[in-house]
């Protein structure tokens, strides 16, 4: 009985402790005294657990209202994001609706400038054969696109339908090596011949004698002498003048008005009325 009291005197001290204080409590809810020596002591030992129990309890449930409003947090984060996610493809969308509208007004204002029966047709793709520089079209023979029509922008020249199937036709571009046209340089009224140069960026002016006037910038269109391309189409502009002590034409490249890498719309222009000349018999008639 010794041996047990003495290995467990401090956890019955406490508890004799506690029992005294809880009478004391009792108690004192009938009549108030003063209290003694066993209550300050209880009042002494119980106190700082009381204490750490109270910090206790606040400290986690502070932690809980922490890690719930950071749960929150995160949720309301995760929200705006994907919010903001949605109004950023939704301004990319705008952007590239105006970017169309824009295309297709200037498109508008040069069919009302030039007049006549036109296609407009949206680009599909580009042909990768370096053999064969061309763009293809959503519009063929069912809307009225064949073989040999011309083809231009807003901007100027884009080149000429080499084949139409039912619904969509490849367009041999300026630039292609095999490509040719009647141009004019419009400050001097001279005639050029433009031909591709396999570049992009370039196209061969040919044909005007070394003697006449040309300066860089000068502004190329085209003639209508070739019977695809109506008159006064804008070609490019004169880079690279080179006059040869010998020789009698001059060399010189032409930078394309239209940028083919930014190409989405096009208008496929009617087909040039041929050229009639008068027969015999219809000179005899006048006669």
């Given at each position: ?10 956890p019955l001290?406490?508890?004799l ?21 066993v ?52 301004v ?10 824009e ?11 030039s ?43 884009v080149g000429?339908v ?9 367009v041999?571009?300026v ?9 004019r ?14 570049d ?50 001059l060399?010189?490249?032409i ?12 208008v ?14 219809d000179?005899?008639v006048?006669?």
């Amino acid at each position: 009985m010794l041996s047990f009291l003495r290995r467990h005197r401090e956890p019955l001290l406490v508890c004799l402790i506690l029992a005294h204080a809880l009478g004391m409590f009792l108690g004192s809810s009938r009549r108030v005294r003063e209290p003694n020596l066993v209550d300050r002591i209880a009042f002494a030992v119980t106190a700082p657990v009381q204490g750490a129990a109270v910090a206790t309890i606040d400290g986690t449930a502070n932690a809980w209202h922490q890690y719930v409003s950071l749960r929150n947090v995160r949720r309301e984060n995760a929200l705006l994001e994907e919010e903001n996610a949605k109004l950023r493809a939704d301004v990319v969308g705008l952007a590239e609706a105006r970017a169309e509208i824009e295309r297709l007004r200037r498109l508008v204002h040069y069919d009302e400038v030039s007049p006549g029966p036109k296609v407009v047709a949206r680009v599909l793709g580009i042909n990768p054969d370096p053999n064969r520089l061309t763009l293809r079209i959503d519009r063929g023979e069912g809307d009225g696109v064949r073989r040999g029509q011309a083809v231009v922008t807003a901007d100027g020249v884009v080149g000429q339908v080499l084949r139409a199937t039912a619904s969509a036709a490849d367009v041999l571009v300026v630039f292609d090596p095999n490509c040719r046209l009647g141009g004019r340089i419009q400050r001097t009224r001279s005639r050029v011949g433009v031909s591709g140069g396999g570049d992009e960026q370039a196209l061969k002016l040919e044909y005007l004698l070394r003697t006449e006037d040309l300066e860089e910038g000068d502004l190329v269109v085209t003639s209508g002498t070739d019977g695809v391309y109506p008159p006064g189409l804008v070609v490019g502009r004169v880079t690279g003048v080179q006059r040869q002590t010998s020789g009698m034409f001059l060399n010189a490249g032409i930078l394309p008005a239209v940028n083919f890498s930014r190409v989405e719309e096009v208008v496929v222009l009617a087909p040039q009325p041929a050229a009639s000349f008068p027969t015999r018999s219809d000179s005899q008639v006048r006669r």
